[in-house]
């Protein structure tokens, strides 16, 4: 029988395995006071003043005498761990396995489990208004904490020293997790992200750093950070190999909001990317992307050397109020290598104008470049959003929330959307909205639904096209739909008309890359990929594995793992198609490393912990991802099986449901 106690966190004993429960939380505190010295010998009057200091002597051993006995009965069988003698009361170290001794011994040898075996404060939920006692807890909270926390930082700047991606990501993320103002950690990460290439994800990190240290201390970043943040910022901007008869590069900086209400920020911003989404609809502009541009605006820099760091000869600026029931909004567009005005402009925009206004401004701006860009494409260059500011605030702040990624981001970005058709129900936007919190969910998150989400998806796809079939948008995620769903002819059809509706969107670029290798054209891939990551060079990690992907099933095998092992965690089956990466170039230990990760993650994200019956694991990697071709689908099985996974012969064959 195995008696196990866990004082760091949240307080439990389990016998074995199962929890134990206590009539009350004084007899609780009375095994956490025995379990932290196990075999130490506590005086009765001590332990009954801790714990019943305003009872007198009598009355507070009667009371020790009672949680003793209620200790007893819960334990049942396993009670012989807590010995009671006349005096004294101890627990038997030999008779249970306490989780404050594993971390001590840890912290004392500096041994990387520290970081697995701290789970938090000591004793975190077993509060007692008992002050003798909660003096004892806090000041073994402060030392077990502060010791468990220095081993940590420690082993985070050996991690980062060494270039141990993984280890120090997984080091840093449990140090926020404790204390997410801890600025040290967060610029440890984005020095790692910085050094193997992900500068996207550095940014990421500068700005969770920015917005714990508003939250939790209310202070800006060090000049430490800002100084770090200034190198993630300034990379060498990508070559613009287009020479100067080439297509215009523009970037859109942020937009200044001049309104009272700091609520209102949201507004200048999804205003920004809005016209961003407008602009890169013309086939003759490149655009840079609004990770890279708003990430560069915070320098405050003069337009040549923001020009400069974006690889961009033009900027668009502005700023944006309310202005009644609609909004003022001011553009001008600059040529950043003089720093001359070409063209500025003011809008009164009614609360019914939004949409006019946005692809007036896109229209403009591609007219003062590209003076021959075709009248149709201009035409056809516009969109429509949704028209009343009220319904356009939801939009923005549902696309807001689903930038979160989390389950419960989707929800709030669903009621945000569905309050948006209640007010517009021909909103095509609200729609592709809706049907991308569902597709994430049956792409990423909810596996165990996934032919409701699949069809939620799929019905609010189809229907913004129909609302709106000049909406690359649209098109991208309907496209993505029916590959998942395996209707690869109408999916090839969405995917390209997207690309052709907005060339220059890198997100949807990225994507793209991704669906042209699961059809069969992973040159095609390759280079959308290629030019995605040259539009926004300060991407977040998904793209490395879009990017991968096309390499992967054009036999690349260098060139993918040049790309995945800088996330080789964004998807739950990177790691697998890592793993095929490596055995195919006869690397079978780095295979099988890869593997087992994969393995870990598919029991933590998709069986819900169980083990994986035989073969369930292959049929699931070759189920989420839909190849058009059957010598791919023979490919990836090989590899799999080659990186010593347990592939089922039909694996990959038998259609998706749905």
């Excluded at 801790?50 to 020790?64: H, K, V, Y």
């Excluded at 209400?261 to 809005?274: K, N, S, Y």
Aim: hydrophobic share 50%; net charge neutral; glycine share 8%.
């Amino acid at each position: 029988m195995s008696v196990s106690i866990r004082l760091l966190g949240r307080f439990a004993v389990l016998v074995d395995g199962a929890t134990v429960g206590f009539p009350t939380r004084k007899a609780a505190a009375l095994i956490a006071i025995l379990a932290r010295e196990p075999g130490r010998a506590h005086a009765r009057d001590r332990v009954a003043a801790m714990l019943w200091p305003l009872s007198d002597g009598a009355q507070a051993r009667a009371s020790l005498r009672q949680a003793l006995a209620q200790i007893r009965r819960a334990l049942g069988a396993a009670a012989g761990c807590v010995a009671a003698g006349p005096d004294a009361v101890r627990l038997v170290p030999e008779a249970a396995d306490v989780d404050v001794g594993r971390l001590e011994r840890a912290i004392a040898a500096a041994d990387p489990a520290v970081v697995d075996l701290y789970g938090g404060p000591f004793l975190d939920d077993l509060a007692l208004r008992e002050e003798p006692f909660e003096e004892w807890r806090r000041a073994e909270a402060t030392r077990l904490g502060d010791r468990a926390i220095a081993v940590m930082r420690r082993l985070l700047d050996d991690a980062v020293a060494a270039g141990a991606a993984e280890r120090a990501i997984a080091i840093g993320e449990r140090l926020l997790a404790l204390d997410p103002g801890m600025e040290e950690a967060h610029r440890a990460l984005m020095t790692l992200h910085l050094d193997r290439g992900a500068p996207g994800a550095a940014m990421r990190q500068y700005e969770r750093c920015r917005d714990a240290l508003a939250r939790v201390l209310a202070v800006r970043p060090s000049p430490e950070t800002e100084a770090l943040r200034r190198r993630i910022v300034a990379p060498h901007p990508p070559a613009d190999d287009a020479g100067p008869a080439g297509p215009p590069t523009v970037a859109v900086m942020p937009f200044v909001d001049l309104s009272a209400d700091p609520a209102d920020r949201h507004l200048a911003l999804g205003i920004a990317e809005d016209v961003i989404a407008e602009i890169s609809r013309f086939r003759p502009l490149r655009v840079i992307a609004r990770h890279s541009s708003f990430a560069v605006a915070q320098e405050g820099l003069a337009p040549a050397e923001a020009g400069r760091r974006l690889g961009a000869r033009y900027l668009l600026t502005g700023s944006v109020r309310r202005a009644g029931c609609g909004i003022r909004a001011v553009t001008e567009l600059i040529d950043a290598a003089t720093g001359h005005y070409l063209w500025m402009h003011r809008y009164d925009i009614a609360a019914d104008g939004i949409a006019d206004a946005l692809a007036d401004i896109g229209r403009s701006v591609a007219g003062a470049l590209v003076p021959r860009i075709d009248a149709a494409l201009l035409q056809e260059g516009r969109r429509k959003p949704i028209d009343r500011l009220g319904t356009y605030d939801l939009w923005l702040r549902a696309l807001a929330r689903l930038r979160d990624g989390t389950a419960e981001s989707h929800v709030e970005a669903r009621i945000c959307l569905q309050r948006a058709l209640e007010a517009d129900p021909h909103c095509a936007r609200a729609h592709a909205g809706l049907s991308l919190t569902w597709f994430n969910e049956w792409s990423c998150l909810a596996w165990e639904r996934w032919e409701e989400t699949a069809d939620n998806a799929y019905r609010h796809a189809a229907e913004a096209v129909a609302r709106d079939p000049a909406d690359h948008m649209t098109h991208a995620i309907l496209g993505r739909i029916l590959l998942y769903r395996r209707d690869f002819a109408r999916a090839e059809r969405h995917i390209e008309r997207a690309v052709a509706l907005n060339p220059n969107d890198a997100d949807m670029l990225v994507q793209a890359a991704l669906a042209f290798a699961y059809l069969g054209d992973p040159e095609r891939g390759i280079a959308a990929a290629d030019a995605a990551i040259r539009l926004n060079p300060l991407h977040d990690d998904w793209y490395f594995a879009h990017a991968f992907a096309p390499r992967l099933l054009a036999r690349d095998f260098e060139g993918a793992l040049a790309l995945g092992l800088r996330a080789p965690d964004a998807a739950t089956d990177m790691r697998a198609h890592l793993a095929v990466a490596q055995a195919m170039l006869g690397r079978t230990d780095e295979a099988a490393a890869d593997m087992a990760r994969f393995r870990a993650h598919f029991r933590a994200n998709i069986t819900g912990g169980r083990e994986p019956e035989p073969g369930e694991a292959a049929r699931w990697i070759l189920h989420v991802n839909p190849l058009r071709r059957a010598e791919d689908r023979a490919f990836l099985r090989e590899g799999l099986a080659r990186a010593g996974l347990d592939v089922p012969p039909d694996a990959g064959e038998a259609p998706a449901p749905g």
